[in-house]
């Protein structure tokens, strides 16, 4: 940091093998920077890309900037993710499509005075996908949340949503040990009978109408997650969702590059945020914990 920094190079940003750097009007060619670093440390570093814009998102228990959470996009239209529900391997395959779809309107900022500018259009695809919750004309199949069993059936005091997956999982015949994942649409959050909370994957029949206001607090949670460092809430979302007569359906889909160190490069093209299966994978990050939580 301080070697880019006499180099006239502002740190926006830093974790334990990356730097987000801001070059001033006299700064250094990025080149000296690295030839410097790496002849006073001895260490190799490489340019990995230039940002068109870059995101760095807080952590939703604290409100502290979060280590390795942000969304960016190269000068090369390829997005950079981290830490965001794309990433995660328990979110519903909805909220997946309709947050890629809110990145694809996104992409089309070149800086972060456009980027501001079309936030609007990003909260209509979140409304647009909310709509069609209501309207039931996204498949259940895509309701579907994955969640980490962290104890035994009888160790539930509250029937919270995973614990009714468990009963009705114990019911069939079907044990589930601490450790394993358990796969569910949540049918009633408020439900205090198994059978009517949810259903477990693997037991859907594919007419199940899902609570459709749970689910579009989770989609207002995703939102928040790629707007709160604009002063956007998961309420102002929520609020939003409950008059939906003037919403738009989004305008042409909008391909999206996502970097994947795992895949390589890899594209999507998100088509009006709900409906349609991702045609690109991210890499799972191991060790970070989903921020949506079904559990009620």
Not at 226 to 255: H, K, M, N
Request: charged share 30%.
């Amino acid at each position: 940091m301080e070697i880019a920094e006499s180099h006239r190079h502002e740190v926006v940003h830093g974790i334990v093998d990356s730097l987000w750097l801001r070059p001033r009007a006299d700064a250094d060619d990025i080149r000296v920077v690295q030839e410097h670093i790496a002849g006073s440390t001895g260490l190799p570093i490489e340019l990995e890309g230039r940002y068109k814009w870059i995101v760095f998102l807080p952590c939703k228990t604290t409100g502290v900037g979060a280590l390795n959470r942000y969304y960016g996009l190269y000068d090369h239209d390829e997005f950079k993710l981290r830490g965001i529900e794309l990433r995660k391997h328990d979110t519903p395959e909805f909220i997946n499509i309709a947050q890629e779809a809110m990145l694809g309107e996104l992409s089309l900022a070149s800086n972060a005075a456009e980027f501001r500018e079309r936030i609007p259009r990003a909260v209509n695809v979140l409304r647009y996908t909310a709509k069609r919750v209501l309207d039931r004309a996204i498949p259940v199949h895509q309701f579907v949340l994955t969640k980490s069993v962290s104890r035994t059936l009888p160790e539930y005091v509250v029937l919270t949503a995973t614990a009714a997956a468990l009963k009705q999982m114990e019911k069939r015949g079907f044990t589930v040990e601490p450790g394993e994942s358990v796969r569910y649409a949540l049918l009633d959050a408020r439900a205090r009978d198994s059978e009517r909370k949810v259903r477990v994957a693997e037991f859907l029949q594919g007419d199940e109408t899902v609570d459709a206001w749970e689910y579009i607090r989770l989609l207002c949670r995703s939102g928040q997650t790629l707007l709160a460092p604009f002063g956007v809430t998961e309420e102002d979302l929520f609020a939003s969702c409950r008059d939906l007569s003037d919403v738009a359906a989004p305008g042409a889909p909008q391909e999206i590059a996502v970097k994947d160190p795992r895949h390589g490069q890899s594209h999507s093209r998100a088509k009006g945020g709900v409906g349609y299966a991702p045609a690109w994978r991210v890499e799972e990050d191991e060790g970070e914990p989903g921020e949506i939580s079904a559990e009620g």
